[in-house]
């Protein structure tokens, strides 16, 4: 039987499992994530950690990952999916404001440029006018 490693993708790295459990195909070591997900979350939850943040990365012997398991992929389990039109809308939003923000800094850039030239050359001539080449 084939050996499946299943890291642990915490927040803070990855904890690699050395060990592995010999299982028959990929499918049942998906399904084997799937019940550590729900006792881990248990223990994440009462930690106050959030299991959403979390994700198991399934590999084989030669250490190729096969399949990532997000925790959350187990815990949205059921629920109705969310109404995606106002994501796209938002983003549109947000993508249109970026652009007028970043046209409004260069515009800023621009002007303060043109300010910093002028007061080059009045800062030249206030020189020469006081101290007069010889």
């Known amino acids: 039987m084939p050996r499946y490693y299943f890291h642990?993708?915490?927040?803070?790295?990855?904890?690699?499992?050395?060990?592995?459990?010999?299982?028959p195909n990929l499918e049942a070591a998906y399904l084997g994530a799937f019940e550590a997900i729900l006792t881990m979350t248990v223990d994440l939850t009462r930690r106050n950690e959030n299991p959403r943040?979390?994700?198991?990365?399934?590999?084989?012997?030669?250490?190729?990952?096969l399949?990532?398991?997000?925790f959350?992929?187990?815990?949205?389990?059921?629920?109705r999916p969310t109404a995606p039109q106002r994501q796209p809308r938002r983003a549109g939003a947000e993508a249109a404001r970026t652009v007028e923000l970043i046209a409004a800094i260069g515009r800023e850039r621009d002007a303060l440029t043109a300010t910093l030239a002028e007061?080059?050359?009045?800062?030249?001539?206030?020189?020469?006018?006081?101290?007069p080449p010889v």
Do not use: H, K, W
Request: proline share 4%; hydrophobic share 40%; glycine share 8%.
């Open 8 to 23: 642990l993708n915490r927040p803070d790295g990855l904890d690699r499992d050395d060990i592995g459990l010999e299982l």
């Open 67 to 70: 399949l990532d398991v997000p």
């Open 72 to 79: 959350s992929e187990f815990l949205d389990r059921g629920r």
């Open 119 to 131: 007061t080059r050359r009045l800062l030249a001539a206030a020189r020469r006018a006081v101290c």
């Open 53 to 65: 943040r979390y994700a198991f990365e399934i590999a084989d012997e030669t250490g190729t990952v």
